[in-house]
């Protein structure tokens, strides 16, 4: 279907209601909670999540589906042509697709159209085309042993995502383990839980046999918390916080001592040296990104760290570009600046504000939440100045749109200062220097750094973090590689 210039009403968008498992919706039985509209605080609907019954009635079908269905056994390109028709699907319900997702979550329709649905379909043909690219090995042995290393999928795995990207974050871990040949039993977010059982039910109908794929909204402590402990899952995929991710490691450990990999949260440094190529251009970058999904946003570059000579020239840049975001719904074309997702992340992101102050931060724009008349939460587009190292604003994770700002003297000032005490998952060095830009990027401990730009992410590149930011890389064949188990077998020639 070909994309759409306006808006859509979300009254008239029905979501998908219960729980996907064996291919078909089953209604849920554990705790109710509401699914609200953040553009609004308009409540969607009441839903059940999955108890834990559920989640075994879930797991068992997807080991049974592993086992029976045959699809580990497949050629792995008759695997990918299933997953192929599935990313076509994908596409060819775009519209659908892109409206289930802005409708309960902070994602633009003029985001979801053109990036979200799009990219989640491009991440499973990324997947597809990988699985047999993924070679085993031949060992040096002698003469009369073969010697081999190969791959196997675990089994079932218990995928777990987020609400603020729900569909890409969800496909992410979907499309990957399915194509090396595991089933997935998947907790997304129950705030946004729609898109990605429209995208299960599409699963089904490209030819993922029933039960390999199932899709369990539910609350993290109830239907999270039972499926990373089920003794039928072999391997836990996790994205989302810290201090949940520690907590799913810990279950992991203490129910089978399952491998686990863990994407988690970020407060990445923005670097920018006084020869860096444009400050207009750097401006436009960090000001871009602050904004983007109004800062809940993994890797968002949340900490300028500027060589004194030029911060307050780079901050006034900045600032002026932070008064034209426009908030609105996610369903209108015009909004520009997402609601936040919830009325308690609207009151941490102030409670943090409000800590920062007390111990002497400035703010320099912004600071408080935008008032739209129309429900919903927005917060204005922040910066806070004169923050010591171990300000709340500087160490805690907002997920908010708020940058902070802090300044150095030298290169190894800038680098001791872009290094954060407990995340290292993305960063950037803005310079025209390109010894100075290596220099840093090494220096940095962060998953991904880039240089003189932001958040351009790519399929083939691992991305995951350092730190308390997690370990384990998403993209890439290492994404496809972490879903399968090794195996070295050793054969005797008579
Ligand atoms: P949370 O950690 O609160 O939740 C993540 C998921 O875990 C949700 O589905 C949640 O369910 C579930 N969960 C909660 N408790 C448990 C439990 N005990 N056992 C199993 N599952 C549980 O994160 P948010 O959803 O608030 O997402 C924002 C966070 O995700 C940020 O910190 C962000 O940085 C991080 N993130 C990291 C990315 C990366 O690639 N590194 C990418 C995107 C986000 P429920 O919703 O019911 O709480």
Redesign the pocket.
């Known amino acids: 279907m070909s994309t759409q210039p306006t808006g859509f009403s979300p009254d008239q968008v029905t979501p998908p209601a219960g729980n996907f498992i064996g291919g078909q919706y089953v209604p849920g039985d554990g705790t109710e909670y509401d699914v609200i509209r953040p553009s609004d605080g308009h409540v969607i609907r009441s839903d059940r999540g999955a108890s834990a019954n559920l989640v075994d009635r879930a797991v068992t079908a997807a080991a049974k589906a592993y086992k029976t269905s045959g699809w580990a056994e497949m050629p792995p390109r008759a695997r990918a042509k299933v997953l192929f028709r599935w990313a076509d699907l994908i596409d060819q319900n775009l519209e659908e697709m892109a409206r289930l997702e802005s409708l309960a979550s902070c994602r633009l329709i003029n985001e979801t159209r053109h990036f979200d649905i799009g990219f989640a379909a491009e991440t499973i043909r990324f997947f597809a085309e990988a699985i047999d690219k993924l070679d085993g090995k031949v060992l040096a042995s002698e003469a009369k042993v073969i010697s081999m290393h190969v791959n196997e999928p675990y089994g079932v795995v218990a995928a777990?995502?987020?609400?603020?990207?729900p569909l890409v974050?969800a496909v992410l871990k979907v499309g990957p383990a399915l194509a090396a040949g595991n089933a997935v039993v998947l907790?997304?977010?129950?705030?946004t839980p729609y898109s990605i059982l429209r995208a299960a039910e599409l699963a089904h109908q490209a030819g993922v046999p029933a039960g390999l794929l199932a899709v369990l909204p539910?609350?993290?402590?109830e239907?999270?918390?039972a499926?990373?402990k089920h003794p039928l899952v072999n391997y836990v995929s996790?994205?989302?916080?810290?201090?949940?991710?520690r907590?799913?490691m810990i279950?992991a450990a203490n129910s089978g001592l399952k491998p686990v990999c863990l994407?988690?949260?970020?407060k990445s440094p923005q670097l920018v040296f006084r020869d860096a190529p444009s400050l207009d251009r750097v401006a436009d970058i960090i000001a871009g990104n602050i904004c983007f999904n109004a800062g809940?946003?993994?890797?968002a570059g949340t900490r300028l760290v500027v060589d004194e000579k030029i911060g307050d020239e780079l901050t006034e840049k900045i600032a002026q570009r932070l008064k034209s975001p426009r908030p609105g719904p996610t369903w209108d074309t015009q909004t520009t600046l997402a609601p936040i997702?919830s009325e308690k992340q609207g009151t941490r992101i102030e409670g943090i504000l409000k800590d920062a102050r007390r111990t002497g931060a400035e703010i320099v724009i912004g600071g408080g939440r935008e008032q739209t008349g129309n429900g919903g939460v927005f917060f204005q587009p922040t910066i806070v100045r004169n923050t010591k190292p171990d300000n709340a604003a500087i160490i805690n994770?907002v997920?908010g749109p708020v940058l902070t700002v802090q300044s150095f003297h030298d290169i190894d000032e800038g680098v001791a200062l872009a290094d954060h005490p407990i995340y290292g998952?993305a960063g950037a060095v803005h310079t025209s220097d390109i010894n100075k830009a290596l220099l840093a990027a090494k220096s940095i401990p962060a998953g991904t750094v880039w240089v003189n730009t932001y958040a351009e992410l790519s399929l083939n590149a691992p991305?995951?973090?350092y730190k308390q930011?997690?370990f384990g890389r998403?993209y890439g064949m290492s994404g496809l590689a972490k879903y399968m188990n090794t195996k070295t077998i050793n054969i005797r020639l008579n």
Do not use: H, M, R, Y
């Open positions: 777990i995502s987020p609400w603020n990207v974050l907790k997304p977010s129950e705030l539910g609350l993290g402590p239907t999270g918390s499926l990373v996790f994205t989302g916080s810290t201090a949940t991710g907590q799913v279950d994407e988690l949260g970020g809940q946003v993994c890797f997702i994770e997920f998952l991305f995951g973090g930011s997690g998403d």
